[in-house]
């Protein structure tokens, strides 16, 4: 993107931690902001505060699992500001489920399909004809992990292999929109930011499933961040955390750099050369068990 001021930006999962973060910062750009969330409260608490500077800021309550839901999202954001031009595809959820892939519970993949995969495609979905249709500068930003992107880790298997989903997702749309020759931009965003460290966010403890995912054994909603720090201290690794605010950062100069990686410079560099040079080696993965 060339210029984000006076622009208009949509994030799902936009009432909390990361997504919060970018809707603080593109506000500060002089962006129009959307967000969107399942959850009311969270965003009706989170309008409120970042409308008290007179900020043009709307709030709509979402699910991104379910289309019609994202297509009112894109209808209600047109009806407000009459244009968009960055959509973050950001909502997720941890979903409570560890353990060995043949013993999940089915409701465990259905779950986090349905936030993480299909919350992304129902955001391609309603808004990319769209934005075909609008014309001019695009972006769309689709939020991954590392451990999806390259460094998956065994024991939590469904979020590993939804933020896969997100990246192949995410590269073959860039490339579809490119052949087309379309003035949209792709990226796929590792939440990074210049500080090595946790992110403090809400995705430390597992979501309320709705009930079509209920699970048949209760999971563990309590909130893991503690025992990470734990785990990090009796390692004797330093507990750093991460600005959400630095996150921001990566994303806004991904836009003005139409960079589809955004991720900070180096980050995950040993990951990412580990991965490739098995595949290239036939090797066995034994890096990724964690
Ligand atoms: N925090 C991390 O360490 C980390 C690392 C890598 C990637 N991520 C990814 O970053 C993204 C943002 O997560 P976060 O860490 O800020 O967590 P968060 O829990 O603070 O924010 C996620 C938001 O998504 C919303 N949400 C959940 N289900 C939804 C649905 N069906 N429809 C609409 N909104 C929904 C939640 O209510 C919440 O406000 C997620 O995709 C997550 O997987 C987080």
Redesign the pocket.
Known sequence: MKELRGKVAVI??G?????RAMAERFLAEGMKVVI????QD?LDQAVGEMAADGAEIAGVR????KLESVEALRDATLDRFGAVHVLCN????ASGAHGKVWEHEINDWRFAFS??VY?VINGINAFVPHLLEQGGEAHIVN?S?NNGGFSPIASAATYATVKSAVVTLSECLWGQLHEVGSDIGVSVLF?TGKTKGI?D???WAA?ERPPEFAPDEPVDTSNKMQMWIQMQEAAGTPVVFTPLSEVAETVVDGLYANRFWMVEEGRFEEAVQARTDIILRRADPDYQVG
């Not at 009432?15 to 997504?19: D, L, R, T």
């Not at 979402?62 to 699992?65: A, I, K, Q």
Request: aromatic content about 0%.
């Open positions: 799902t999962g009432a909390g931690g990361i997504g969107a969330d399942i959850n969270a979402t699910d991104v699992s950001n909502a997720g959820v936030v993480h919350g939020t992990s939440p992110l966010t809400g995705i979501a």
